[in-house]
């Protein structure tokens, strides 16, 4: 399958980085072709401005919007990998959905009411959280750290085969654990 791996952290030293090297190298093992889209590290513009929605309502694509596009539809399969910000995505990757989902693109709207136009087979959704699973057993909040991105975004769009896990407290796990997590990553890679 052709994946595109969406990555947003801003450090090259991460965790997230190292989740990334292992999903990818897991992805490479089962014989995937792979793109990677370092978010920070291509410098992309996540603001979706007033010039770019009157000219999509106008019927024209800008050049930056329509590459982040002929990414998207390239890739049969997404993977995205990001830590846990405020409860939701990092900005700079809530700004690449703005960006490419586009009204005609992603989804389109008829009398029968809203549709999804993404045919990818499958995503994976990778979260790391610096709260313990304790807190958000208590705090009522996991749903809302991962739904608005796999139902609201990519389910709503048409990719309805959508897995996500969340690593909790990993500022304060053990290496051990750590370890395991990036084993599981790889894992998921290589059965994706
Ligand atoms: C701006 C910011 C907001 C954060 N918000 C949350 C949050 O809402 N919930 C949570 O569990 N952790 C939160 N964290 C902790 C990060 O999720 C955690 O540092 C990250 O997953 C660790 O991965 P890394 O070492 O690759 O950065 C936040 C961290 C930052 C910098």
Same mark, same amino acid.
Request: net charge negative; charged share 25%; proline share 4%.
């Given at each position: 399958? &052709?994946?595109?791996?969406? *990555?947003?952290? !801003?450090?090259?030293?991460? *965790?997230?980085?190292?989740?990334? $090297?292992?999903?990818?190298? @897991?992805?490479?093992?089962? @014989?995937?072709? +792979?793109?990677?889209?370092?978010?920070?590290?291509? =410098?992309?513009? !996540?603001?979706?401005?007033?010039? %770019?929605?009157?000219?999509?309502?106008?019927?024209?694509? !800008?050049?930056?919007?329509? &590459?982040?596009?002929? $990414?998207?539809?390239?890739?049969?399969?997404? #993977?995205? +990998?990001? !830590?846990?910000?405020? *409860?939701?995505?990092?900005?700079?990757? &809530? @700004?690449?959905? %703005? /960006?490419?989902?586009?009204?005609? #693109?992603?989804?389109?709207?008829?009398?029968?009411?809203?549709?999804?136009?993404?045919?990818?087979? &499958?995503?994976?959704?990778?979260?790391?959280?610096?709260?313990?699973?304790?807190?958000?057993?208590?705090? %009522?909040?996991?749903?809302?750290?991962?739904?608005?991105?796999?139902?609201?975004?990519?389910?709503?769009? =048409? #990719?309805?085969?959508?897995?996500?896990?969340?690593?909790?407290? #990993? /500022?304060?796990?053990? %290496?051990?654990?750590?370890?395991? +997590?990036?084993?599981?990553?790889?894992?998921? =890679?290589?059965?994706?």
């Amino acid at each position: 399958m &052709k994946v595109l791996i969406v *990555f947003t952290h !801003p450090n090259s030293n991460s *965790f997230n980085h190292a989740l990334l $090297e292992n999903v990818s190298s @897991g992805l490479k093992q089962a @014989g995937h072709e +792979i793109k990677i889209k370092n978010l920070y590290e291509e =410098g992309f513009n !996540p603001v979706l401005d007033s010039d %770019d929605l009157s000219k999509l309502h106008n019927g024209h694509t !800008p050049e930056r919007i329509a &590459k982040e596009q002929k $990414e998207l539809l390239w890739a049969e399969g997404l #993977v995205f +990998i990001y !830590p846990l910000w405020w *409860f939701t995505p990092p900005a700079m990757l &809530k @700004g690449w959905f %703005d /960006v490419s989902f586009s009204n005609g #693109v992603a989804f389109e709207y008829s009398d029968a009411g809203a549709k999804g136009l993404l045919k990818h087979k &499958k995503a994976l959704v990778l979260i790391t959280a610096g709260a313990s699973k304790d807190y958000f057993d208590k705090n %009522d909040s996991l749903e809302i750290s991962y739904r608005p991105l796999t139902d609201g975004t990519l389910g709503f769009c =048409g #990719v309805e085969n959508v897995k996500h896990e969340i690593y909790y407290d #990993v /500022v304060n796990c053990t %290496d051990e654990e750590r370890a395991e +997590i990036l084993k599981q990553a790889h894992a998921y =890679g290589v059965n994706f």
